[in-house]
């Protein structure tokens, strides 16, 4: 689910919800939290039969303990080097084997976990409401050090070039030192009043950094120390209200060779050249959480949402996909040569990468709102209950 929240005060929400209520009536404010207002042709769209082209297997499936139900953000898991690490708000942190399911170690945390996890170079790092920073032993579980940040994290940190860069929901971007948590340096670009519950993902390249910003834009920031190297704007912020001027760019972008693709809140999506920062292609089809890239296309969700397969040299249209529509359907993940996308029912589409038809469908108990992830063919997706699972394609 998709929630728009000013930044620090409960006041304030209360307050651009009065306005918003005022000046646009009840359903608009309804909008706001469930993407749908009194019409009913924005109801979710009932699911087809279809006959599967594809056999999918469930490998195996563990539980994390409360989820991340009606906080407006996406639980997504991280593997790296054949281990999966995932969290609950409320369960800590837990590491798996990829392939067998095999539970590896548990951080336990009385924290409301909401951040991460973030994992790399041995360290597996999340972050909470409260803004609390937690660095475990990758291997072990072990606490390695913990500090604070000025605001809730609400976004996998990153951990890389001997740092943890965490971007909290005030918008500041700030670095830690691996070793011992102390501030290295820190990035406060500035923050629209009226923005999408989240903050921007970041994505590491060498020696350079790649972080969405809620006013529409991707920055390049040295890893070193956190001088800018460009900002180009995935979305222009505009309209008459701040509501139409929300722009913002939460999921992660993916940096494929030294071609960045990015997606935003306001429809748009483009590609960038990373050393430069210069626009290659823009394509007025976007999504809020992020998107899948495989050798020939870019997939994004739409915010009502329809699926899109896009040209990834040129982001000419290849497909569209409607029979997901207003199902607040995930950020595609790729796996093999299908798009993969989870819906509020807990449904999982495997979607042909070449024309978007269904190809096959699982079912989860809870709602998929975070991003599958994918790793050695093996995919990995967290429901809003806390359900870890995992399935292959045979």
């Known amino acids: 689910m998709t929630q728009v929240m000013p930044r620090n005060s409960f006041q304030k929400i209360a307050v651009a919800l009065l ?18 207002g009194k019409d009913k042709s924005e ?65 336990a945390s009385d924290l409301p976990l909401t951040g991460g996890p973030g994992a790399g170079d041995g360290l597996v790092v999340v972050g909470s409401l409260e803004g609390d920073v937690v660095a475990l032993d990758a291997a072990t579980g072990t606490e390695k050090w913990t500090v604070k940040v000025a605001n809730e994290v609400l976004v996998a940190p990153a951990v890389g070039g001997g740092m943890v860069f965490v971007h909290s929901n005030d918008g500041r971007l700030t670095a830690l030192d691996k070793g011992t948590g102390e501030r290295r340096w820190f990035y406060s670009p500035d923050v629209p009043a009226l923005t999408v519950r989240g903050s921007g993902a970041i994505t590491l390249g060498p020696d350079i950094l790649f972080v969405g910003n809620d006013n529409g834009t991707l920055t390049a920031l040295s890893m070193s120390d956190g001088s800018v190297r460009w900002s180009a704007p995935v979305a222009e912020p505009d309209g008459r209200s701040e509501l139409e001027r929300m722009a913002d760019v939460d999921g992660p972008a993916i940096l494929d060779n030294t ?33 899948g890239l495989s050798n020939s296309a870019v997939v994004v969700t739409d915010p009502a949402g329809h699926v899109w397969g896009l040209d990834r040299n ?81």
Request: glycine letters at 14%.
């Open 259 to 291: 071609t960045l693709y990015a997606t935003s809140y306001k429809n748009h999506t483009v590609a960038i050249d990373g050393p430069s920062g210069q626009l290659m292609w823009d394509r007025e089809n976007g999504g809020p959480r992020g998107l």
């Open 19 to 36: 306005s918003l209520a005022i000046l646009s009536g009840c359903s608009t404010v309804k909008n706001l939290f469930d993407g749908r």
């Open 314 to 394: 040129t982001g000419g249209s290849l497909w569209q996909q409607n029979g997901l529509a207003y199902r607040k359907v995930s950020a595609p993940a790729v796996q093999g040569d299908y798009a993969v996308v989870g819906d509020f029912e807990g449904n999982l589409h495997w979607l042909q990468l070449s024309n978007g038809a269904f190809a096959a469908r699982a079912k989860l108990g809870g709602a998929i709102s975070g991003q599958p992830a994918v790793a050695d063919g093996i995919l990995v997706v967290q429901t809003e209950e806390g359900q870890l699972a995992a399935f292959a394609l045979q």
């Open 43 to 107: 109801d979710p769209t009932p699911l087809v039969q279809i006959t599967p082209s594809l056999k999918v297997s469930q490998l195996w499936s563990a539980s994390l303990g409360k989820g991340g139900k009606d906080l407006g953000i996406g639980m997504r898991p991280a593997i790296v080097d054949g281990h999966v690490y995932a969290m609950a708000v409320e369960g800590g942190v837990s590491a798996f084997d990829l392939k067998t399911g095999q539970a590896l170690w548990h951080y």
